[in-house]
Nanobody
C-alpha cells in the first residue's frame, strides 16, 4: 500500500482547497480510506472516511457540511474538497487506509498512512 497526499497550501479563511491522495499497490475496493489531520499540539482527528464495500461516507464534526470525500477509481485517487476553511482547520492532513472495508470507529486506527500535506488557514 502506498499513499501520496498533495494539494495542501496556505489560504485565507473562507477559501477552499482540494487535497488529493494517489493510491497504489492496492485496489480502492479493498480498504476503507480516509483523511486524518493533526494540528500542532493536538491528537490525530479523523476528518472523513469512505467505506469501500458500500461507499458510505463519514465525517468528523468539524468537517460536516464543509468537506467532501470522493474518489475516482480509474485514477486510483481520493480527494478531500474543503470549503469555507477556518483557522482551526490548520493541520497536517494524511490519507490512510483502514484494516478492512469499514471505517474505524472512534480513534483513527488506520493501518497504512501516506505522508502528510500541510494546510494553513490564516488571514
Amino acid at each position: 500500500v502506498q499513499l501520496q497526499a498533495s494539494g495542501g497550501g496556505s489560504v485565507q479563511p473562507g477559501e477552499s482547497l482540494r487535497l488529493s491522495c494517489a493510491a497504489s499497490g492496492f485496489s480502492l475496493d479493498d480498504y476503507a480510506i480516509g483523511w486524518v489531520r493533526q494540528a500542532p499540539g493536538k491528537e490525530l482527528e479523523t476528518v472523513s472516511c469512505r467505506q469501500s464495500h458500500n461507499g458510505r461516507t463519514y465525517y468528523g464534526d468539524a468537517a460536516k457540511g464543509r468537506f467532501t470525500i470522493s474518489l475516482v477509481k480509474s485514477e486510483s485517487t481520493v480527494y478531500l474538497q474543503m470549503n469555507n476553511l477556518k483557522p482551526e482547520d490548520t493541520a497536517t492532513y494524511y490519507c490512510a487506509t483502514a484494516l478492512g472495508t469499514g471505517c474505524p470507529a472512534g480513534r483513527p486506527h488506520f493501518a497504512s498512512w501516506g505522508q502528510g500535506t500541510q494546510v494553513t488557514v490564516s488571514s
